[in-house]
């Protein structure tokens, strides 16, 4: 198979960039480093991201981010950034301080009763033209390892990798 040939969505899932870190350094504002894994074969271009950590209440209802809705970071990954086969990129990002909580990621854990931190993530990206495909993240902050790693039954529709949002045929 040539670049220049189209891969059907049977195989879509072997094009799928990974979000396999997501680490908050506590502060105010927060900075989030997270790492974006290319998992396939071929140099895939992101066409968008928008993360965003949000406090919320566990087994709240709880909704991906949207450029233009809420407080979403759409610069972490710029348009275009391309990720070669079988790479990774590392990006470091501010939390928006516009959010309710300003930002602010403590050092130290909330009490079960209290609003927790989540990180939530989307990121659409393609290897070519008439196909579009996105990997999505939502979970909370853990502590004291500060990473993003628990993913409540609730949410775990929200996290999802190598979706075909988009594919032409023809």
Sequence with gaps: MTDDESTPPTHARQLS???SKARIIPGSPARVTVVLENRCDWGL????SAFEIKRTYIGAR??????GWGYAVTDAVKP????????????TFAADTRTTFHGTV????????APHYYFAGRLLYRRF???LTETSIYRRLSYPELECSIVEPSDAALNQEGVV???ATG
């Design 17 to 19: 960039i990974a979000i």
């Design 45 to 48: 271009a992101v066409v968008s």
């Design 62 to 67: 709880h909704a991906l981010p949207k450029a």
């Design 80 to 91: 275009g950034t391309m990720l070669p086969a079988r790479s990774e990129l590392w990006t």
């Design 106 to 113: 403590p050092a130290s854990p909330p009490s079960v009763l």
């Design 129 to 131: 033209r008439g196909e």
């Design 165 to 167: 949002v988009f594919y």
